[in-house]
């Protein structure tokens, strides 16, 4: 990503998508910071947004205020043209966040389920905002992570720690359930053997054994001692696996190497310089992909097996979901065969069924238009190929395109309507589906199909 490609409008006024203007919530602060080089300089234009949970004196607890306020900052970081990543992170070096305010709780959520319900839904609506944010997500765990606040630091994208932070769920131990999230990722990420005991023991991991376990990518030595970055005092970093054979890294120490633990990490202090550097570094890593691509791929690693089978076989799409049984097959009467065309002895799925009108890919509805009819677009710009909603962005079909047809749109690849021949008079079929490693992403636009002949034409005054 550069800054020019932050700057999209052509000159025009850009829509503005922010849902409240510039509302500040004590205790959750947004602010940008320079994005920088691979050489560690200030990029003119480009920068990392920042939210912080300010609310050191109570772990960073987060207060039915600071989760509406975390919802406002996501959404806005989300729609910030010069903000390349977010980076989401707590206030000291004691906690990222210890979940929900139990004072709060205690003084008016206590006995009040009606009203506890509703906080609910607006701390579900807080984690949806983080995994729907248009740019890449990285937790700064600068501390512990536990309860609410594991559940919001797993809907990042990305986690790197600081070694002394610990990671666990508190709710079964304090009266709730931890379905704020932790019973969804937890499983994918760990398996739901182990699962079962982080979530219903609530028994505390190091970052050492959360990076072991999955759950956060990196960490970072935190306590200085003399001067040097020593290892986690408290757990055992030595060494991997018993006398038995089970693993014991990260796991806590006992007895007197704990306490000798102890007495190292009295003597030391807590720096978190190094944190800064790793989160520094993988926000950099961003600024060199291609805008939207890293969202694009994030969204991608989230999204489990069923979703992606319901997106293909359009149960995901409105009309579609209810028209169409899992083969593509139109219900409407009159209708009752798949949703297939041939075109030169290959199979595409169009985007809109001519029976229900229903979407399979999630496009708008459109009305379809009959070979040799005329559309709302000119005859002379409309096209045989699109690129629809199932694009990745990954780059592959435009190196191929003969007519250099195919460029980078927001956030997906567009296919310039003036140079597309669907190949003809190049090669004997479109090279972009060939290449594509996405199933109908590159589809025959439902409004208009132009003949070989118009195509051979179109070709020969491309290349005249």
């Not at 320079?34 to 912080?52: E, F, K, M, Q, V």
């Not at 970052?207 to 030595?221: E, L, N, T």
């Not at 045989?384 to 990954?394: D, E, G, K, P, Q």
Request: charged share 25%; hydrophobic share 35%; proline share 5%.
């Amino acid at each position: 990503m550069n800054a020019q490609a932050a700057k999209t409008g052509n000159g025009r006024k850009l829509v503005d998508y922010d849902l409240a203007r510039e509302v500040v919530v004590p205790g959750v602060i947004l602010e940008k910071r320079p994005a920088r080089c691979s050489g560690g300089h200030a990029l003119d234009g480009l920068y990392n947004a920042w939210i912080t949970l300010d609310n050191p004196q109570q772990y960073n607890s987060y207060t039915t205020e600071m989760v509406k306020g975390v919802i406002l900052a996501f959404r806005q970081a989300s729609a910030m043209r010069d903000v390349v990543a977010v980076v989401f992170t707590g206030t000291g070096d004691k906690a990222f966040c210890s979940g929900g305010n139990t004072k709060e709780y205690a003084e008016y959520y206590a006995g009040n389920p009606p009203e506890y319900r509703q906080y609910m839904r607006l701390f579900n609506d807080m984690v949806s905002a983080i995994l729907s944010c248009d740019k890449p997500v990285v937790c700064r765990v600068n501390g512990m992570r536990v309860g609410g606040g594991q559940e919001i630091g797993m809907a990042c994208d990305f986690s790197i720690a600081q070694d002394l932070a610990r990671f666990g769920q508190a709710g079964p131990k304090h009266g709730s359930a931890p379905i704020g999230g932790a019973t969804d990722f937890l499983p994918l990420m760990i398996g739901c053997e182990q699962a079962m005991v982080s979530g219903v023991l609530c028994e505390p991991w190091s970052a050492h054994k959360a990076y072991r376990m999955g759950i956060i990518s990196d960490f970072v030595p935190a306590l200085k001692v003399d001067g040097e970055f020593v290892p986690n005092p408290l757990v055992e970093t030595s060494r991997y696996l018993d006398e038995h054979g089970r693993i014991v890294h990260g796991e806590s120490k006992t007895a007197d190497e704990l306490k000798a633990g102890k007495e190292l990490l009295a003597k030391g202090t807590v720096d978190l310089s190094l944190l800064d550097q790793a989160v520094d570094t993988l926000c950099t890593k961003f600024v060199y992909m291609f805008p939207g691509l890293p969202h694009k791929d994030a969204r991608g690693a989230q999204k489990t097996e069923t979703q992606r089978l319901e997106r293909q076989q359009g149960k995901l799409t409105g009309m579609a979901g209810s028209e169409h049984d899992d083969r593509g097959a139109c219900r409407v009467p009159g209708f009752q065969r798949t949703c297939w065309r041939r075109t030169r002895d290959r199979f595409h799925r169009p985007a809109t069924c001519t029976g229900c009108r229903g979407t399979l890919d999630g496009r708008t509805d459109r009305k379809p238009v009959a070979r040799g009819e005329t559309s709302e677009i000119d005859r002379e710009t409309s096209m045989a190929l699109m690129i629809n909603s199932v694009c990745t962005a990954c780059d592959v079909c435009e190196p191929v395109c003969p007519n250099e047809a195919i460029s980078v749109g927001d956030p997906i690849y567009v296919i310039d309507a003036f140079k597309c021949t669907e190949c003809v008079g190049a090669e004997d079929e479109p090279q972009c589906q060939l290449v594509c490693p996405e199933e109908d992403c590159i589809v025959p636009d439902p409004d208009f199909e132009e003949s070989e002949e118009e195509l051979q034409q179109k070709y020969e005054m491309l290349n005249g």
